[in-house]
């Protein structure tokens, strides 16, 4: 029966096996957890706190603990995998989709690895070996072998009768293939159009041959751009010699497409890798340590600058007050252009024909939001502290460093990118360093000049 | 034939007819124009400088500018159809899928919105207002109503044939619902189940009946929630009675996913709903001065309590060398926590079961953190300025404001959620508040109190 609403309905789980867990009352929760769907017990593992976790995971049925590992996302998993003797392992990847299974097997330290490998029947450490021979979040990496492929010239009546032997299809499959006695790609036939035509119909007369197919090196992010483009469902992995490899489907996609969203995000906050909200403690501070050194270097060498004006500031107090608003106008304001190249990059607008423009759109933004907030910063200093000439050096301090902001918000990931170089990385603190100093600079300097 | 490296192709193309586009051959582009495919097109437009666009919008076949529509993002199109023809308008929507009708018909000013529905014909009406009766972000608003429902009691055969007189299923369609003579939904038939089943078996002994559809009113992101956990291609939407209403697809929950997951990035820059890249200046300039406004705000709060310490800071110049230290790492530490609530409230991580051991663990980071930075920037400071306590005090003011950032970075989102408040898009700003008031009480407070 339809059920009202799911997803109160989940949350509502979520907190009973909570309590459950909390009072002890182990069976009751094994219990609970044996009528849970498999992304349920996912999503539940994800969001219980670091140290429940292991609890939990010895009250899942080992039978489907295959199942929720390909729904873990890859931080939560490794801290499973890490807790499982490598049998155990060997016995829940045996039936993982070959994808799945090869990013498994990459979060292994190397021990781990060849005992499982070792564990694993010959059939399963074949597919191991294909599955890990793709490099990383390549479209191989992220296939699946599993197609059902067909010749051209058998009638379509024949094609049903096979399929009524075989019994069953593969998950997402939305086409059966077309290929030749040498597995050479020829086409596909959707499961609507087997439905819809006529039996007496060969293969050949109702494929669709003009197939814009994957290569196997493509990487994914370009390979979820297509997808998200054409409104696919599953598209053919092929090789060089447009051979049939095997087929990517959408739920993989969809994953790629949140991954790479939530990248940027995550990367541009320094939390790179840290996709669990609830990591131990002492590994969270490391990894956000790392941001927060290159920051305090950041944050020293803008005090460095500042302290050129040291006399200044001893004389004039006051500028010593009004220092932190020019920068930090010019943060937000770089920041904004940064997010918006970063993003246009990534969803592909942004090419080597209209990134030119881009820089003038940015420059003009920033001029004109430096003259709408320098008038306005200037108004104000102007009447707070009664002091025209102190609202004049300030405005031009504004100028200047909306001006620098968007020329480097636009600039940098441009840079960055055509060094190889993750913008959404690094962009961020190259950028403050650019407008904290332009804007200290801009400040204190204009102020010992005309008012000292 | 395949073709092999499609995202080059795809980039090539572009640049061709940008480099057409400039040199003024509009009848060519015309022609290249025909030979592309929609989506290409819409991608072609969406990176075009915004001059660029009214010129390009003319030489596409006003045959193809409906799909086109649909493909563009909503910012985008806005701009496009503002200055199109209201009957052109009405032409271009007539085969659209009515939930893109829908976002289009919202998009329109009120004037031109009734001169776009009296130019359609009264199917066209009808529809159009079936459409426009559901909320905006709701499952009904992304809804289509192109299912293909079947009786349980009729046999596979019956089905089959059925479908080859109809000769054609709508796009993305993997499942046939079965539904009783009052359309009351009973479950699903998929189409690998038809392929793959005797054909003499009833729809009933085949069809899914544990069934997770999906209310109409239920909120677009905890849809797309569902089809991410349960990987589904299409599920089916029901009213409160259980009548089928219509059905959902992947490549809708797609966009929803890229939206919702750029939203965020995009709102924590300020950058709520500039999804063009190429946004004329003014507009652009506008919309960002929200975000800069507020900023201002917050930085003249932290110039004003800084004032309070101007005869400290006269005394002692070196505090206002050092004074944007503390609160710097404080905003970076703060904004890390952030981001990661938010994302984990995005993807569900985060319930009312486990948010107060999220809260502590952020404060367990923030004092770890606090006691590292605390104990570097002391040793900094000490040594460059040979100065021991002045070492302390901003060692105090670290620790301080990092736990402070710590406890912020979590509780206000979590806050800012209750009220409903989109936390990606205020928690910034909130959060750099604090941490900057926090810091500079800290830091001059402290130093005024020992070393003054």
């Known amino acids: 029966m339809p059920e009202a609403l799911e997803q109160d309905y989940t949350q509502k789980q979520l ?46 049925d080992p039978d489907v603990q295959g199942e929720i590992l390909e729904e873990l996302s890859e931080d939560v998993r490794s801290g499973i995998i890490a807790q499982m003797d490598p049998t155990l392992i060997a016995a829940a990847t045996a039936d ?40 990383e979040e390549s479209a191989g990496a992220l296939m699946n072998t599993d197609t059902v492929t067909i010749r051209p010239d058998v009638t379509i009546d024949v094609v049903l009768r096979y399929l009524r032997i075989k ?53 994914e992010s370009e390979v979820a751009q297509l997808f998200e483009r054409h409104d696919w469902i ?32 995550m990367s541009m906050a320094g939390l790179d890798d840290e996709a669990d909200t ?40 006051i500028l010593a007050v009004l220092n932190s608003i020019v920068p930090s106008m010019g943060g937000v304001a770089g920041n904004q252009t940064l997010t918006l190249v970063i993003r246009g990059m990534a969803v592909g607008h942004i090419n080597s024909a209209n990134q030119k423009s881009l820089v003038y759109k940015e420059l003009a933004i920033g001029a ?34 909306l001006l620098a902001a968007g020329m480097a918000g636009a600039f940098i990931p441009l840079l960055l990118k055509k060094m190889n170089i993750d913008p959404a990385l690094a962009g961020g603190v190259i950028l403050t360093t650019v407008t904290d100093i332009v804007g200290i600079f801009a400040f204190l300097g204009t102020a010992t000049w005309l008012l000292i």
């Open 15 to 60: 907190l009973e096996v909570n309590k459950a867990l909390s009072s002890g009352m182990f069976v009751h929760v094994r219990r609970m957890l044996a009528h849970m769907a498999d992304c349920d017990i996912a999503l539940l593992i994800e969001s219980s706190p670091y140290k429940g976790r292991a609890v939990l995971w010895q009250l899942v």
């Open 96 to 135: 993982m989709d070959v994808d799945d299974l090869a990013e498994v097997l990459r979060s292994l330290p190397d021990a781990v690895y060849q005992e499982v490998i070792g564990s694993m029947d010959s059939q399963d450490q074949e597919r191991a070996t294909l599955a890990l021979s793709y490099p």
């Open 167 to 219: 019994g069953e299809l593969p998950e997402a499959t939305d086409e059966l293939y077309v290929v030749d006695k040498n597995n050479q790609f020829l086409g596909g036939v959707s499961l609507a159009s087997l439905l819809t035509s006529n039996p007496g119909l060969t293969v050949r007369s109702i494929m669709e041959d003009e197939y814009e197919s994957i290569p196997v090196t493509m990487d």
């Open 234 to 265: 599953s598209a053919p992995v092929l090789d060089e010699n447009q051979h049939l490899l095997g087929r990517i489907t959408i739920d993989d996609i969809v994953d790629v497409i949140r991954e790479d969203a939530e990248h940027s995000m």
């Open 278 to 317: 609830f990591a131990p403690v002492v590994k969270s501070t490391q990894r956000r340590s790392l941001w927060l050194g290159i920051n305090l270097i950041t944050a020293l060498s803008a005090a460095f600058v500042a302290s050129f004006f040291e006399s200044t500031l001893s004389i004039l107090p």
């Open 368 to 401: 004109l939001n430096g003259l709408i907030w320098a008038i306005l910063i200037a108004s104000v200093v102007a009447l707070w502290q009664w002091d025209f000439n102190l609202g004049l050096v300030i405005a031009f301090a504004m100028f200047m460093n």
